[in-house]
DNA sequence: TCAACACTTTTGACTTAGTACAAAATGTGC
DNA sequence: GCACATTTTGTACTAAGTCAAAAGTGTTGA
């Protein structure tokens, strides 16, 4: 029924279903939905922004579900959880390994380039006897529309 | 009377009612017990922790107050916010620089030395053009509790 | 292609985290 | 010590995430 909506949406959901055989975990249609969502609009979205976005596109799937499926697709690493700070948790399709800068005065999320592109890409002090697979970095400070006005204050 | 129940504790408040001064905050009651409470008890807290932690101590504070005075501390920069991914926001006394490492295991969260000490320690991209003021780092891993059990499944 | 079965989704209620606002209280400078 | 602005308190509310049981669906093997 999908299929029928639109050419594009059907050619991101057969590319789902592929990757989400591929991961090993089963293509039910709200991951299915979910991840070809995330692939289509891009960006940083909560799960409640994802049931809205699906909702305008004809497709009702719970909240809870989609809490299931961003957990089911982050274990499979198809999608990942952007470390933004405290507040709501973000997700993103997991194509290649960057951080994050996030504007103090707007709230603004842009990625950044990791140089290394790949997992761990800082070394932790030796001390910290732990493993360690990941390091995500956060920049804050001001985005390019929110700087202006913020400096004014400051010469002043 | 918070005076009479423990010397250290009121060394704690002196110490604070000054810093806040210092810092151009008022020293009112809330602010000098969270205040110093972060100090003594040290690590990261979340505000519903601070609130039963200070009842604890016979403190009764509105949770409401404790992000008020959290969110003021924070501009005042006498404490800051732990980036340590989704979720509820910690708090911690502001020092030193550092960054912070989170098992995905168990949740505990540790400081990481900063090998700058000060804020911005890393520098993003030219690319980003906006002015950058901090670059918090969050390790993941697995603590020294917890990695030798899921070491375990990995070896089967 | 079909049926069986385990894995997922759905549903609704519930817990926790954070916010809004008005009234009462309190810290500070004079 | 007073006056006044700043804070705190209390209550109610919204948003974010979790739990558990019943219904439903995708996959595997015949």
Redesign the pocket.
């Known amino acids: 029924m999908s299929s029928r909506r639109d050419p594009d949406t059907s050619r991101f959901e057969n590319l789902a279903?592929r990757r989400?055989?591929e991961a090993g975990?089963?293509?039910?249609?709200?991951?299915v939905l979910v991840y070809s969502l995330l692939h289509s609009v891009g960006g940083h979205r909560?799960?409640?922004q994802i049931v809205k976005l699906l909702g305008e596109r004809g497709h009702?799937?719970?909240?809870?579900?989609?809490?299931?499926?961003v957990?089911?697709l982050q274990a499979a690493s198809l999608v990942m959880c952007a470390d933004v700070g405290?507040?709501?948790?973000l997700y993103e399709v997991n194509d290649r390994w960057h951080h994050h800068f996030v504007c103090r005065a707007c709230g603004r999320v842009e990625d950044v380039e990791c140089l290394e592109g790949r997992k761990p890409c800082l070394s932790p002090p030796e001390s910290l006897a732990a493993q360690v697979d990941e390091a995500q970095v956060i920049f804050r400070g001001l985005c390019v529309d929110c700087a202006p006005a913020s400096r004014k204050s400051s010469y002043s």
Chains 1, 2 share one sequence.
Not at 25 to 31: E, K, M
């Open positions: 279903r989400l055989r975990v089963r293509a039910t249609r709200p991951r909560s799960v409640d009702r799937v719970q909240r809870m579900s989609v809490y299931n499926v957990a089911d405290p507040g709501r948790a």
